[in-house]
């Protein structure tokens, strides 16, 4: 089997951590006798550098024809003066949409190792293994009306929160899916309090719950649900939210870990799946070895297990990442004293290393 992947580094860390990604890609396809066709475009910054637009129409149709695509992160000071409309940022939303990914999965898993990074105590986080699942492509993001207008003297910025029953029925259904594979909780996240939006968000998943008698679902407030991920995280399996809701309650998230550089994220929904650290491009230490890979690492693994239906493959490049932070392997984001610091392109390595060994 070959399997064609675009790969988009994007700005900042994106290429270093990229790099990592691939080379552990490639150990893990020597072992599991896997061929990857790797074809590199540019996206974001240094897309605009080099074609003044973020999403050039060549790195999409290079998306298009490929199976998967693999990013590393997009912005930086360099383009923050930029019109919003030709910022890094927008490429994101472009692939988003172009791509039908309508659906984008955060895990948030603690690794042990890693237990006292976290901002809370262990006994609220060990063992923390729950999953966002964020709307992507609807929502408050890209409703219309939307933009700046001159009213009288002043201006008026407008965004309109849109969803429609085909929209949110998508992405429950896929939540739901998810959930039955795993502890069978799924939360829906909403504000229906307050907003119509959130009153059929509510209606529509609970009729595809019908779907799913075996998954329980609980039905929470955005604002509810942003205090009880501090106070009990572990209460939650599944948690399934609009686009603007989930973009928060996912950072939340993966502060818990106390390490955002170790998490890894799925765009799923279309023929192609897109596969992205959570965090962002770090402009302040990009080129200088110290980014963590894992994430980017762990993001290959879900493109193993997503878009490939290679579990095994996925798995062995999990089990990898834990030996080499159980062995006290540490990139300066989770650097502990006693423990063995390393830079980027070693913790690859190490990384690498491992699967060649077969753990
Ligand atoms: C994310 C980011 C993006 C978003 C930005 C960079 C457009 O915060 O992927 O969560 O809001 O979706
Ligand atoms: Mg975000």
């Not at 001159?150 to 896929?174: D, M």
């Not at 939006?197 to 942003?226: G, T, Y």
């Amino acid at each position: 089997m070959t399997y064609p992947v675009a790969v988009l580094p994007g700005d900042g860390i994106g290429h270093e951590v990229v790099r990592e990604a691939v080379e552990v890609l490639e150990a893990v396809g020597e072992r599991f006798g896997l061929k990857w066709e790797f074809h590199e475009a540019s996206v974001g910054g240094q897309a605009i550098d080099q074609m003044g637009i973020p999403l050039p129409s060549e790195t999409l149709e290079l998306c298009e024809r490929s199976e998967a695509v693999l990013l590393g992160a997009v912005g930086g000071p360099k383009w923050d003066q930029l019109d919003y409309d030709i910022r890094p940022e927008r490429a994101l939303l472009g692939l988003r949409k172009e791509l039908g990914l309508y659906a984008n999965l955060r895990p948030v898993q603690l690794s042990s190792p890693l237990a006292d990074a976290s901002p809370l105590k262990r006994e609220i986080i060990e063992g923390l293994d729950l999953v966002v699942v964020r709307e992507l492509t609807g929502g408050i993001y890209y409703g219309q009306p939307k933009g700046i207008e001159l009213l009288g003297t002043e201006e008026r910025g407008i965004n309109t929160l849109i969803y429609t029953t085909s929209e949110i029925e998508r992405v429950a259904r896929l939540a739901f899916q998810l959930a039955a594979k795993r502890r069978k909780k799924l939360t829906s996240v909403d504000k229906a309090n307050i907003l119509e939006s959130s009153v059929l968000w509510r209606k529509v998943v609970i009729r595809v719950a019908q779907e799913f008698p075996q998954v329980e679902l609980a039905h929470m407030l955005v604002d509810n649900c942003a205090m009880q991920l501090i106070r009990d995280p572990r209460q939650f399996d599944v948690i399934l939210a609009g686009n603007m809701f989930g973009d928060i309650l996912s950072d939340e998230a993966a502060m818990l870990t106390g390490s955002i550089g170790m998490l890894p994220s799925a765009s799923l929904g279309g023929r192609v799946g897109l596969y992205e650290p959570v965090h962002g491009s770090a402009p302040d230490i990009a080129g200088q070895d110290l980014a963590n890979p894992i994430a980017t690492i762990l993001s290959g693994a879900m493109m193993l297990r997503y878009s490939f239906n290679q579990e095994s493959a996925a798995e062995a490049i999990e089990r990898s990442v834990l030996r080499v932070l159980e062995a006290g392997y540490r990139t300066s984001d989770i650097y502990e004293e006693g423990k063995r610091r390393v830079g980027t392109a070693e913790m690859g390595d190490l990384i690498v290393r491992e699967i060649e060994a077969g753990g």
